[in-house]
């Protein structure tokens, strides 16, 4: 990891001579005066930096003659920097090394970027879950990205578990654009808090509005609400709504997973709108989208992942206690391949259905458990209908066995305008993680043809688990902050941690 405004200078294979005995070995009157050889002769083309290369004004390629780590045959790495000196910068490979802004956990097992979520508050912000901090109660952070923060101590908001204790508060949450707050979920409380209003050194102390299944108004329709708060979206466009999942609610003691829909501003949020329960083993709860797709701007539709059925549908206006099969649309993915584990939309401008993202970790379609990401167009979702996985307009498949692609963010990290897409594939190399970005106009690929390249730091940090992309700097390009929750910190056991990696636009040819 960086150490901010330390340098460490390593001296390799030196010894300490005095002035007098430099003197006389550059004089050759030393004993031993031929250990130092003069090369003070400049007459000839020069390599200013020592790396081999002449620099282009000596007749070279080098295109920075200061920089040892410039030159023709190095790596091109994804720091904005021409490393190989061909005039572009990309595609390149980076690391943590590479990031230019770090956020980290500080204590044992606080697994921080469990959770992120981006957005704009007169300028870039995130939220960050930390479901097994503060003694795995867990906690919430919210920083102010232009402020460059790297250490949590310095968030402008901290966010504590509410409910109850050993909560893993964080562990799904979003933030909620009017009135500007984030709702964290508590799914060991089977609770999730919106704190809205959110103000500078806010604390669980602040004013918040409690979301609860309030089962005591849906009788007959669970007994149960197991893990509400697994999962949480919103809806950003008109109208307001937020949706949270319980993966673990049952029905006469069967797990059946359930997810809750509530529309509208708070506080109208005190019983759901919408309840969509699953069949045993459909697994629904852990992936849930807001949207539109039936043309009404009056209320959001909602989108239902059910890995383990590999299906993702939609609702248009379910109801509580639907069935998840009595869905208005379907996709269906490869069996077994975990097809919903992940949903989410893309709201297209000028369209009237938003776009749909599915992953599915175990995909095999580009290598075996290499896992995808699957995009369809939001047109195509015409009610009383089912697409199958193959009908994707656009699939980003794994191109390594075992590295389970399965997050993913949408952005402009080389800033042309065009549409850009990072997947995450925290399964990578023995669970380091690995984070690859395509730039548009998007089309189908597997991830050996990434046009940037990102790798965790060690096995076991799960790198890119989430994803997000916001612009920090103003410069049009944005930023991709990628978290490795499970990353050793300073000797600190899965602190975990989020690095942003600085976008930029390709260079001029």
């Keep these: 990891m960086r150490l901010a405004g330390l340098v460490l200078i390593a001296l390799h294979g030196c010894a300490w001579i005095s002035a007098d005995e430099y003197d006389q070995r550059m004089a050759g009157t030393a004993e031993d005066s031929g250990d130092v050889t003069d090369t003070s002769d400049t007459s000839g083309p020069t390599d200013g930096d020592n790396d081999g290369h002449l620099s282009i004004a000596n007749g070279g390629e080098d295109c920075d003659d200061s920089n040892p780590a410039v030159h023709p045959d190095a790596e091109e790495r994804c720091d904005a920097v021409d490393n190989d000196c061909d005039g572009r910068l990309y595609p390149c490979i980076g690391t943590p090394e590479e990031a230019g802004l770090d956020i980290v956990g500080l204590g044992r097992h606080q697994q921080l970027g469990t959770s992120l979520a981006t957005g704009d508050r007169g300028g870039p912000v995130a939220a960050i879950g930390a479901p097994g901090g503060a003694m795995s109660d867990g906690e919430a952070f919210f920083f ?88 949480v979206a919103t809806f950003r466009q008109a109208a307001p709504g937020v949706a949270i999942g319980a993966p673990s609610a049952t029905l006469s003691s069967t797990v059946r997973g359930a997810v809750f829909a509530y529309l509208g501003a708070p506080p109208d949020w005190s019983v759901p709108n919408h309840v969509v329960v699953g069949a045993e083993g459909d697994r629904v709860g852990r992936a849930l989208a807001l949207g539109e797709w039936d043309g009404s701007a009056t209320q959001a539709d909602l989108l239902v992942g059910a890995p383990g059925i590999s299906t993702a549908s939609v609702f248009y206006n379910p109801g509580v206690g639907a069935a998840f099969s009595s869905s208005d649309f379907s996709i269906t993915g490869p069996i077994g391949a975990e097809f919903g584990a992940l949903v989410g939309v893309h709201q297209a401008v000028g369209t009237a259905r938003d776009d749909i993202i599915v992953a599915a970790p175990l995909d095999n379609g580009g290598a075996t458990g290499g896992g995808a990401v699957f995009i369809f167009d939001g047109d195509a979702v015409v009610q009383g209908t089912t697409r199958a996985f193959t009908q994707a307009d656009i699939a980003i498949r794994g191109s390594t066995d075992g590295e389970q692609v399965s997050t993913y963010a949408l952005g402009d990290f080389d800033g042309d305008g065009e549409l850009d897409i990072a997947v995450g594939a925290p399964e990578a190399d023995s669970r380091t993680g690995a984070v690859y970005v395509f730039f548009g106009p998007l089309a189908s690929a597997d991830t050996d043809e990434a046009d940037a390249t990102f790798r965790g730091a060690a096995q076991g940090d799960r790198f890119g688990a989430t994803l997000a992309f916001i612009d920090i700097d103003d410069d049009g390009a944005d930023e991709l902050l990628i978290a490795a929750p499970d990353a050793e910190i300073d000797s600190v056991e899965n602190a975990g941690a989020v690095y942003g990696f600085w976008g930029a636009a390709e260079l001029e040819q």
Excluded: C, K, W, Y
């Design 144 to 231: 102010d990205l232009e402020a460059g923060t790297t250490l949590i101590t310095e968030s402008r908001a901290h966010l504590t578990a509410v409910q109850g204790t050993a909560g893993r508060f964080g562990q799904g949450l979003t933030l909620v654009p009017q009135p500007f707050g984030v709702i964290v979920g508590e799914p060991d409380a089977d609770s999730a808090m919106l704190f809205p209003e959110l103000q500078d050194g806010a604390t669980s102390a602040s004013t918040t509005v409690a979301l609860s299944p309030n089962l005591s108004a849906l009788t007959g329709v669970l007994d149960d609400a197991d893990e509400f708060g697994a999962a």
